[in-house]
């Protein structure tokens, strides 16, 4: 069978399954819409935290990215994991002794406050609709590539899911179909990449293959010649990168606390039944996520050296097919620029004539590998999984901000259950047209921001939350104060050197050195300074907030605070 | 000792289990992966550089055993400082 119909059978029944679960744990309280009624088991949670984690960015782009960069890749490996040490040691059990909704419902009730209440809707919704645009948009790619529809239409049909399972099901829809979703993308992932493992090294494991000898009998280890290829071709060695070490501090220093206070991420550890559920489904988390983290590495190393060894100075009219497949999508550009009908493939800019899209790393690997047809059909299934599971995470946050921490805690506090559902419904139904709209008019800005909604979580939530629990004396003014200049500062960081708005400015012109990527752990330390000396001038939080500080700082009596 | 006591001593070793894992946690990421990268670099087991392998592969595994440590750590403490949730 040929690749689209193997795509159709089995992309086909994977949404059959999203959609045969979300009609089977439809929620019918807003209990089960916002934490999927707080009874889902520490393990279940652990896969759906995995697969909400892992957007289209991680399955398709990040293998891509570290095949480029090299070691400087490292940067989304150590900050992507290392986040969850933050999030299971500083964070989770304590928010899950909290045991309510949302993340806004924390602040608001720790800080005694609606304007921090507020303020933390808005940086929820910052947050998560730069990172929403960009999923959509993947799952648009990944359609009009594989399914050979337009990018809009393939939009759509993404939309049309996300909106069944999301809007119908909630918390508890979206939680079981995230593991479906984990389970599928992990096996798409790793089919290929075992497969890869072997052709070149003799490993089945890809983690060992990757620092495995090459299987061409020249007793060469894979990451020595991968050196020695880029050195010949002008590249920077693969295993030392070309970053400043301070800037991949801020970097993963940036995406690890970002990690952390991800809204849609945090929001998942409401859902388990006590607090030390809290903490070990966040270690189930990790180990799930690091299947496929230590994977990315080694799948980079393959793609790189199959690249150049397949292209560098072979002669054009003898590359294999997948090669040409993929230059119809323009996604691979060959230009002769010294007609003498080989493939230079060197730093230089001016010599180099090969242009290469980072995503196609992970998508043309099946191809690349010569897999059947079917593998790359579950490919496609894999990246559409992880593009989905994260975009529904993302709404659900979006929604329950506008529904429980807008309009019953402030607006409308007497509202009835079943109207407040509606409520979480309709949020739910508007935030899937208007990340649809980003998805299939993705302003210019979508694509070099979402990489920033790390840092802008980190300058907002990261230290409020922490402090929120560490802190017995921090108040309100000084909370507040720290929100807004962190993420203030931030944005106005990403507008101007990353958008070059604000009268732009080159990487010469960063503040310390630090790209915008990075510049999120800057952010995060003013607004730690701001809020400790606003906070000093303010009296102390009042004796009953104190109170519940003391409270959620022990396990015992999580299951009253649930059910409230 | 009073209930009070028993929680502050709760608190302070729940602290003290964080500085040293969170201790761990910098040392390898930013540590070995980025700070000490190019002395590491000079070791090498098998095809990788020590300090590129902490950098891709070796933290992440370090970061997985972090977060099972924590939860026995704490499991025990619940237990013996009866303040778990059974």
Redesign the interface.
Known sequence: MDIQTWTFIIVGLSFALYIGIAIWSRAGSTKEFYVAGGGVHPLTNGLATAADWMSAASFISMAGL?SFMG?D??VY??GW??G???L???LA?YLRKFGKFTVPDFIGDRYYSDIARTVAVICAIIVSFTYVAGQMRGVGVVFARFLEVPINTGVFIGMGLVFFYAVLGGMKGITYTQVAQYCILIFAFMVPAIFISIQLTGEWLP?LG????LNDGSGV????KLDNLHEELGFHEY??GSKS?WD??AI??ALMMGTAGLPHVIVRFFTVP???DA??S??WA??FI?IL??TA?AIAAFARTNLITTVSEQPYSSVPEWFTNWEETELIQFEDKNNDGLIQYVADPAVNELTIDRDIMVLANPEIARLPNWVIALVAAGGLAAALSTAAGLLLVISTSVSHDLIKKQIKPDISDKEELMWARIGAAVAVLVAGYFGINPPGFVAATVALAFGLAAASFFPVIVLGIFDKRMNKEGAVAGMVVGILLMLFYMVKYKLGYLGGGTQEDWWFGISPEGFGSVAMVVNLIVSFSIARFYPAPPQEVQDMV?DI???????EAQSH | MTMKEQ?KQ??RQ?LRY?AI??AI?FIV??GF???W??EL?QIK?????LG??F???G???V??V???T??WL??RL?KTSD???N
């Open positions: 570290i070691y890749g490292g490996l150590m994991t290392g969850y040490v933050l299971a040691l500083l059990p983690q990757f620092g495995g000898k280890y894979l990451l020595d295993t030392t070490r991949v501090g993963t220093l006590k607090v030390k903490r070990i966040a270690g990790l180990l690091a983290y230590t590495p003391e700082r022990y396990p015992r009596g999580s299951g | 929680h709760y608190w729940n964080l894992l969170l946690w990421s930013f992966g980025i700070i990268v190019d670099n087991f098998g095809g990788f550089k590129f392998w950098a891709q592969q933290s992440i595994y970061f997985v972090l977060i099972f924590y939860v704490m499991n619940d303040l778990d949730e």
